[in-house]
């Protein structure tokens, strides 16, 4: 079974700075997709960015990137110009590919808070 | 075009009673999964679902719960004779058939408290 890892359950950070929340995976798959979900105190999920497994440049969006080292099963987010807004769970996902059902697995996620 | 939509936003239960929890998906969207949010923790996959299948329901407890999503109408998760331990956030998803079906959009989620 496939098993999704954040290891931070609590991280922060100041206005303006960078901050990186980790997630690792364990699958035996070699197709699939991973994703960062962001859920604010309105418990609205909401999709930051997705990696196709078979891509090995990785994921942009704006002021968020990820770190994919498929080899590693490593999968983590980096959020650049931390604004207030950006306080939240942060929830990594992973789902097979290879099929046609694309339940989603995941972590137990971050929680992201700013620093005043 | 209206998101997923999901009601009741809240709902209160006594032990012992029923819970139904209803999901539209986004217009064109044939493929609804749910999940269930516990207290600190992440969502976890229950069911997935396409007009009137269950295409898998590995996630569901075996006795209490069940789900359909008929020709006509939402998706609705029901949950019978409820206990404490339901007390969760219970999300939906929809993707499309077809274009990207990978990509899931989620409701606002109803939240459950058994009381």
């Known amino acids: 079974a496939q098993t999704v890892t954040q290891s931070q359950p609590e991280m922060s950070v100041q206005e303006a700075e960078t901050v990186t929340l980790s997630c690792t995976y364990d699958?035996?798959?070699?197709?699939?997709?991973l994703f960062w979900y962001k859920q604010p105190p309105s418990r609205q999920m909401i999709l930051v960015i997705r990696?196709?497994?078979?891509?090995?440049q990785n994921a942009t969006e704006n002021r968020f990137s990820v770190n994919f080292q498929k080899a590693a099963k490593s999968f983590s987010l980096k959020i650049s110009d931390s604004q207030l807004g950006d306080a939240a769970m942060y929830f990594c996902a992973y789902t097979y590919s290879g099929g046609s059902n694309y339940k989603l697995t995941f972590g137990k996620g971050t929680l992201l808070t700013m620093n005043p | 075009n209206a998101g997923v939509m999901q009601n009741p936003r809240h709902l209160v239960r006594r032990r012992g009673q029923e819970a139904r929890l209803r999901c539209s998906p986004m217009?064109?969207?044939?493929?609804v999964y749910w999940y269930r949010q516990l207290p600190e923790e992440g969502l976890k996959f229950m069911v997935y679902?396409?007009?009137?299948?269950?295409?898998?329901e590995s996630g569901m407890p075996k006795e209490r719960f069940s789900a359909e999503f008929p020709k006509e109408g939402p998706s609705i998760l029901r949950i019978q004779q409820v206990v404490r331990g339901d007390s969760a956030a219970y999300f939906c998803?929809?993707?499309?058939?077809?274009?990207?079906?990978?990509?899931?959009?989620f409701g606002p989620g109803t939240r459950l408290t058994v009381t």
């Open positions: 990696q196709e497994a078979y891509k090995q």
């Open positions: 217009k064109g969207h044939s493929h």
């Open positions: 699958t035996s798959e070699s197709d699939y997709y």
């Open positions: 679902l396409q007009k009137e299948n269950i295409i898998d």
């Open positions: 998803a929809s993707s499309p058939r077809t274009g990207d079906p990978h990509e899931q959009y």
